[in-house]
Nanobody, 124 residues
Framework: QVQLVEFGGGSVQAGGSLSLSCEVSGYTHSGRCVGWFRQTPGKKREGVAYILTPGSIARYAESVNGRFTISQDNAKNTVTLQMNSLEPEDTALYYC?????????????????WGQGTQVTVSS
């Protein structure tokens, strides 16, 4: 059974950093797209970043470009989102998701498997 579990959420002051990890298990068909998404009350879920896995191509939402970095550890089936220079606007519930087919994007509807989410709170 496919399972995605996020770790690393928490509370931090503006300007600080957090690292989120997504452990993927139960998927053996060389899925290529792992993405991070976030959602706040009153707003639709938005894509933050994705990475081709296995691979090295990554894309970011404009709002986080230059501050966040997505990376992968293929041996551990883990995808990490390093978040630096955090702002209060980054406060959200963050989800890791997997798309089993080629053609990655930041559109949530294209992803089939989702983690439970981890809360990130940034205070000013």
């Amino acid at each position: 059974q496919v399972q995605l579990v996020e770790f690393g959420g928490g509370s931090v002051q503006a300007g600080g950093s957090l690292s989120l990890s997504c452990e993927v298990s139960g998927y053996t068909h060389s899925g290529r797209c792992v993405g991070w998404f976030r959602q706040t009350p009153g707003k639709k879920r938005e894509g933050v970043a994705y990475i081709l896995t296995p691979g090295s191509i990554a894309r970011y939402a404009e709002s986080v470009n230059g501050r966040f970095t997505i990376s992968q550890d293929n041996a551990k089936n883990t995808v990490t989102l390093q978040m630096n220079s955090l702002e209060p606007e980054d406060t959200a519930l963050y989800y890791c998701a997997l798309r089993s087919r080629s053609g990655c994007s930041l559109m949530p509807d294209l992803y089939e498997y989702w983690g439970q989410g981890t809360q990130v709170t940034v205070s000013s």
